[in-house]
């Protein structure tokens, strides 16, 4: 029998294409749960460059007019928030963020309240830090806690600590339960926030505002708040894609009766700014989608592929592994 050389010769390059492919196939499952279980969480996180601009509108709302002095009801009130981010100030671990809210009664021409606010937190957890130069309406904040502007990227249906820049605490928050908005199934958090006096300035009003009585002069007073605030959450970004807040502000005497309600405003978030939320919460889901899932899930298939391949070109193929004696006979 005439043993060919070039035959095995086939076989030894076969077996050695077939281990490379073997290797390459293990690299590409490594790969792909390598960007799932590690990449993924640590580019999946809040954006450094964001600019959104939301408005909320509270019908048949209640504010004092202080140019006018005099309480004005039936009011139809917006809040606009502006949000940018500062990218010179953030890393790849911390973002800081300004915003800018406006209350404004734009049928009288009335600003009724505005705050700027300046917070940092981390990327992916959205727990506030005290860096960066953070500050409310121009004053420290060194030590802030919870949840600020941004929610976890993995958020879950549990109870969380949600930051409120009036009363400059965090106050928890509770899950209650999925609901969808325009096809996106989102996650419900409910806040309340007790009646809370705020640090303020010592200040003094005419005690007839207080409902006292003309000659009562000036009365001392304290500013309260509270709130009933409710947030819904993209869980597969951790973005806010729509809020409502019915918040009510008094001063009260500090001695005595005698109560002002500053604002009583029950705010919505408009069609239009809930829209362009799910839009931007879209478009970062797809974006985290392709990192997270489609990304492995190609490396999985690819990688499988070429370690079966692989295998299947390394085995040796039967017939060739010797002669046999009674073919080395008739050679």
């Not at 919870?146 to 958020?155: A, E, M, N, T």
């Amino acid at each position: 029998m005439d043993v060919r050389p070039e035959g095995r010769g086939r076989t030894a390059v076969r077996h050695v294409i077939g281990l490379v492919l073997v290797g390459l196939g293990v690299f590409l499952l490594g790969t792909g749960a390598m960007v799932h279980f590690h990449v993924a969480p640590q580019l999946i996180a809040a954006p450094t460059d964001t600019y959104n601009k939301t408005v909320l509108r509270a019908d048949n709302a209640t504010y004092f007019d202080v140019g006018a002095l005099q309480t004005r009801t039936g009011a139809t009130i917006t809040a606009t928030n502006t949000v940018r981010g500062d990218v010179r100030a953030s890393n790849d671990d911390v973002a800081v963020w300004d915003s800018f809210a406006a209350v404004q009664d734009l049928n009288n021409n009335v600003l009724v309240d505005m705050r700027q606010q300046r917070l940092a937190f981390d990327r992916r957890s959205g727990e506030l830090t005290g860096c960066c130069g953070t500050h409310i309406q121009n004053q420290p904040l060194n030590r802030p806690s919870g949840i600020g502007l941004f929610w976890p990227v993995d958020v879950g249906k549990r109870g969380y600590q949600v930051f409120d820049s009036q009363t400059r605490r965090a106050w928890p928050v509770t899950f209650a339960g999925e609901e969808t908005l325009d096809g996106v199934r989102t996650y419900r958090f409910v806040q309340r926030i007790p009646p809370t006096k705020i640090t303020e300035p010592a200040r003094t009003v005419p005690g007839g505002l207080l409902g006292l009585g003309a000659g009562s002069g000036d009365v001392a007073v304290d500013r309260y708040y509270q709130a009933e605030a409710t947030y819904w959450i993209d869980p597969r970004t951790g973005a806010p894609v729509n809020q409502r807040q019915h918040t009510i502000s008094t001063l009260q005497a500090q001695q005595g009766p005698g109560r002002l309600v500053v604002a009583d405003l029950d705010l919505r978030m408009t069609d239009e700014s809930r829209r362009a939320l799910l839009d931007k919460s879209e478009d970062g889901a797809r974006s985290a989608g392709m990192i997270k899932t489609v990304v492995p899930l190609v490396c999985l298939v690819a990688g499988l592929v070429l370690v079966v391949g692989g295998l299947v070109l390394a085995a040796r193929p039967r017939g060739t592994r010797g002669i046999s004696r009674r073919d080395a006979a008739e050679a």
